[in-house]
Nanobody, 115 residues
């Protein structure tokens, strides 16, 4: 059984930074893609960033240049560094790991950008 535990969310002022972490535990035989999604109140969940096992990253346009996705394969952990945060970045952020073709989700962590 695989469990993903997220951390790092919180309240930050516009222009601030946060680093989200997502650690996988349990029986893991290698993680394929690691992804971060977010869901704002009243909106659909949207993909924020993806990173392949080899470290190739991709981002949605609205966060490009402000966010960096990374991973530590030895620790089964993924990260999302977010800088220059804007109020429109406010959402619950979820990590998603693909393990042996199955999707696994974190519990979500709240990010609130407000003055």
């Amino acid at each position: 059984q695989v469990q993903l535990v997220e951390s790092g969310g919180g309240l930050v002022q516009p222009g601030g930074s946060l680093r989200l972490s997502c650690a996988a535990s349990g029986t893991i035989f290698g993680i394929s893609a690691m992804r971060w999604y977010r869901q704002a109140p009243g909106k659909q969940r949207e993909l924020v960033a993806t990173i392949t096992p080899g470290g190739i990253a991709d981002y949605r346009d609205s966060v490009k240049g402000r966010s960096t996705i990374s991973r530590d394969n030895a620790k089964n952990t993924g990260y999302l560094q977010m800088n220059s945060l804007k109020p429109e970045d406010t959402a619950v952020y979820y990590c998603n790991f693909v393990i042996r073709s199955l999707d696994h989700w974190g519990q979500g962590t709240q990010v609130t950008v407000s003055s």
